[in-house]
């Protein structure tokens, strides 16, 4: 009578041969993480399109880039993740920040706001001039005091 274990096959050769294919895979992978990438390449990991990637690069918002001898653009592992950390602060400091609401304003309001405006803007030109017009001059305690000589009785 045999035992199952006689009869398996050796499966340590097999398992060798598959370790040594996960290094050599891991090897590559991790390669391919620290190259460079052409902008086409860094959008599609970056699930962005390409105008919104030069969009972000005229607001000056982009990954930092490098040029090769060929002309091509690059974009390196530091500077994507130097990006994606800006990019995380970012998202960090809108949602600490008060967030204001737009307000579509019908023609009404509108035309409410801008009598307000008005009103407002006329105050403060009349407020400014009505301080103008109450500060005493360089002159004006000569005039008091002729004034007051000539109220005064002899």
């Known amino acids: 009578m045999s035992t199952p274990h006689h009869n398996a096959p050796d499966l340590a050769a097999e398992v060798s041969a598959l370790k040594r294919l996960v290094r050599r895979l891991l090897r590559i992978?991790?390669?391919?993480?620290?190259?460079?990438?052409?902008?086409?390449?860094?959008?599609?990991?970056?699930?962005?399109?390409?105008?919104?990637?030069?969009?972000?690069?005229?607001?000056?918002?982009?990954?930092?880039?490098?040029?090769?001898?060929?002309?091509?653009?690059?974009?390196?592992?530091?500077?994507?993740?130097?990006?994606?950390?800006?990019?995380?602060?970012?998202?960090?400091?809108?949602?600490?920040?008060?967030?204001?609401?737009?307000v579509m304003l019908g023609p009404k309001a509108v035309e409410h706001t801008e009598r307000s405006l008005s009103k407002i803007i006329a105050q403060g030109i009349n407020e400014a001039a009505a301080e103008r017009d109450h500060r005493p001059h360089a002159n004006s305690d000569k005039r008091v005091t002729k004034a007051t000589a000539a109220e005064a009785p002899s």
Not at 53 to 60: N, T
């Open 29 to 102: 992978v991790e390669s391919d993480a620290e190259r460079s990438q052409k902008i086409r390449e860094f959008c599609s990991s970056e699930r962005i399109s390409p105008a919104f990637y030069y969009e972000l690069q005229k607001q000056g918002r982009g990954p930092r880039t490098m040029r090769h001898g060929d002309g091509c653009v690059r974009i390196r592992p530091e500077a994507r993740r130097d990006w994606r950390r800006d990019r995380e602060r970012e998202t960090t400091q809108a949602k600490n920040e008060p967030k204001l609401e737009k």
